[in-house]
Nanobody
Framework: QVLLVESGGGLVQAGGSLRLSCAAS??????????MGWYRQAPGKQREFVAI???????VYADSVKGRFTISRDNAKNTVYLQMNSLKPEDTAIYYC????????WGQGTQVTVSS
């Protein structure tokens, strides 16, 4: 069983920054052999894609966060990060990480709230 634990969220003013972490654990699970993605779900909306980092290190971003967010991975720590800069109120959501394309059980996520 894979456990994904997101952390690093909080309340920040518009224009501020946050760094989210996603620690993965499981007896044999290693992020090094998985593409990993960040997703978010705002109140009353469906979960949406934010960013993905492939095993090669290449990345893809949603248009709404391109140029502001950076996804990265530390295989040794089995952890994925999302550096979020120039935050906007519309970035307010619960953020989740998961494997791509076949997701594991979703974690609790971490709340990000951006005030205007």
């Amino acid at each position: 069983q894979v456990l994904l634990v997101e952390s690093g969220g909080g309340l920040v003013q518009a224009g501020g920054s946050l760094r989210l972490s996603c620690a993965a654990s499981g007896s044999i699970f290693r992020i090094s052999i998985n593409a990993m993605g960040w997703y978010r779900q705002a109140p009353g909306k469906q979960r949406e894609f934010v960013a993905i980092v492939y095993t090669t290190g290449s990345t893809v971003y949603a248009d709404s966060v391109k140029g502001r967010f950076t996804i990265s991975r530390d295989n040794a720590k089995n952890t994925v990060y999302l550096q979020m800069n120039s935050l906007k109120p519309e970035d307010t959501a619960i953020y989740y990480c998961n494997t791509v394309p076949i997701p594991q059980t979703w974690g609790q996520g971490t709340q990000v709230t951006v005030s205007s």
